[in-house]
């Protein structure tokens, strides 16, 4: 993890973004999946921004249709993403997204003997 990631870790946890987790908590502990998803849910610009410099666009994608496009508690903040930071659209990411998610079930029932 390099520096700048580890300012943004301790911006986050000093803003007590990781409110479930102990006091002690270092960035090796949350690893970083559950780091990007923090910062896209409760940083601001600038560390999203920051994001996007440190991580590669399409990993930071990934891990926002992961861990919380599909979360409808956050649907306000999912468009907000979509459209400024993916330029995609979120309705239909999820659609394609839940399309696949099915065919992959099927896959599965029909490999089943």
Known sequence: MNDR????FHK????????SYSGEIRPEDVGEEILVETV???GDV?????????FDA???YDIWV???LFD????????YLAKVFFDVDPDAVRRDMSEYDRKIKLEKLASRD
């Open 72 to 79: 409808r508690r956050f649907d306000r903040l999912n468009f």
């Open 46 to 54: 600038e560390d999203i921004l920051l994001l996007f410099d440190c």
């Open 40 to 42: 896209l849910k409760y």
């Open 66 to 68: 992961k861990r919380l």
């Open 58 to 60: 399409k990993r930071l």
């Open 5 to 8: 990631i580890r300012c943004l």
């Open 12 to 19: 986050m946890k000093e803003e007590t973004c990781f409110w």
